[in-house]
Each structure stands twice: as structure tokens, then as C-alpha cells.
């Protein structure tokens, strides 16, 4: 059994790595900013004969990080999953028209928020036996991606791309893997219907490539295929 924290876990890909995780067999502490509003995930955890369990945590407020991770102490987590995300709307954070304090939210959330996760969680994750930390990141975030981004998205993503590879340079003579991964184009709340494939695909995929991940794999930005993201 591999225990598994997962952060944003009340709906699209989130909620299928929970889902799936606790299926097979897995211990999972899933985390959402507000466990009252997370339905779906609550009716999951009921069923799940004890193996999922519904935890508060906003990661973009430091103090909430905190106490979440005080609350689960002693607790050994195998692999961490930074998943949490928010996204403004492309209409405004074009160059003609940016939201200032969007982008500052979304950079809280999805660039410091898995860095102070990790910071909070690293004891947890070095007690565990698998040692991985995985941040779902974007194929946006890569310089290759030749197409219209939402700035603000694109940047935090990037930006948490590098914070990762960072990272994993820092932990790696504790063998800890730390891995960037696009998780796909996925058919979220977040994306629409115009997307790729569905959540649980991704999830699917993403669980396949964390299995298989060694050290070596550290600082890499993987797809959900297993294959490397050019950056």
C-alpha cells in the first residue's frame, strides 16, 4: 500500500487521482480549501472503506498549509502530489487586457503554493518509502508552445516548472524525486469541453508514470504518456 497526499482534490483531475488511487488500494489524504463544498469528494471518502480521507488546505494561505501539515504529523507520504490550480479566464490576462491581481493570485497558488506544500510536507515525504513529490504543471509553460497563452497561467506554470527542477537538484542526495508533469489537455471546469481527453485518462496515465518514476527521472518535465516535455 502507497500513501498518497494530493492537494485540490474535490473535482477534475484531483478528484480522479483520488478516486483511483483509493481504489487500487492505496491510502490517500486528499486535500481541498473547503471540505464543506466538496460533495463528491466526501461521498467518495464514505465509501472507501477508510482509505481516503477529506482534509482542509488552501495552499495559497501559508497558515492553512501549516496546519494541515501539523495535523497529519507522524504520517509517512510516500508520494505528494501538488495538484491544486485555479485559472482567471483568458480574457483577462491577454496583453491588451491583464488582471494584476489575478496573476498575483494565480502565482500564489500554483508557483509558491506547491513550494510552501513541500516545504510544509518534506518530513512527511522523507519518512516515506517512495520519496516522489510530483507538481502538475502545462504544456503552456514550455518555451515550445507556439500557441496563445493566458499570461499569467503560462507564467506560473513555467515558473513552478523551474521552482521543481530546483528543487530537485536541492533533495536529490536525499533521494527524493521531485517531477514537473503535464498532466495532459484535460477535460476539466477548468479547460471545457474543447480539450483533449477526459480526466480520468490523465489520471490514469499520470498514476502509470508515477509508479515507474526513479531518481534519474528527477528534475524532468514528463507528460502523462511517460514521455519528456520539451522545454
Not at 474535490?10 to 483509493?22: D, H, P, V
Request: proline residues 4%; glycine residues 8%.
Amino acid at each position: 500500500m502507497t500513501t498518497i497526499l494530493i492537494t485540490g482534490a474535490a473535482r477534475g483531475i484531483g478528484f480522479q487521482l483520488a478516486k483511483q488511487y483509493a481504489q487500487q488500494g492505496d491510502r490517500v489524504y486528499a486535500t481541498v480549501r473547503d471540505p464543506d463544498h466538496a460533495g463528491p469528494l466526501q461521498a467518495l471518502a464514505a465509501d472507501s472503506g477508510g482509505m481516503l480521507s477529506v482534509h482542509a488546505m488552501d495552499v495559497g494561505d501559508p497558515a492553512a498549509v501549516t496546519a494541515c501539515a501539523e495535523s497529519l504529523a507522524g504520517v509517512a507520504i510516500d508520494v505528494l502530489i501538488n495538484n491544486a490550480g485555479i485559472f482567471g479566464g483568458l480574457d483577462t490576462q491577454t496583453f491588451q487586457n491583464m488582471d494584476y491581481d489575478n496573476w498575483s493570485h494565480e502565482f500564489n497558488v500554483m508557483a509558491m503554493g506547491p513550494f510552501r506544500v513541500i516545504q510544509a510536507f518534506l518530513p512527511h515525504v522523507q519518512a516515506g518509502a517512495d520519496k516522489k513529490i510530483v507538481t502538475l504543471s502545462s504544456q503552456v509553460a514550455a518555451h515550445v508552445y507556439d500557441h496563445v497563452i493566458g499570461y499569467s497561467y503560462a507564467s506560473c506554470k513555467a515558473a513552478v516548472n523551474r521552482l521543481m527542477t530546483a528543487l530537485a537538484t536541492e533533495l536529490k542526495d536525499q533521494d527524493i524525486i521531485v517531477v514537473p508533469m503535464h498532466p495532459g489537455w484535460v477535460k476539466t471546469e477548468m479547460a471545457g469541453d474543447v480539450a483533449d481527453i477526459e480526466p480520468e485518462e490523465s489520471a490514469r496515465g499520470c498514476r502509470e508514470v508515477i509508479a515507474a518514476m526513479t531518481l534519474a527521472d528527477s528534475g524532468t518535465f514528463l507528460k502523462w504518456t511517460g514521455d519528456i516535455h520539451p522545454w
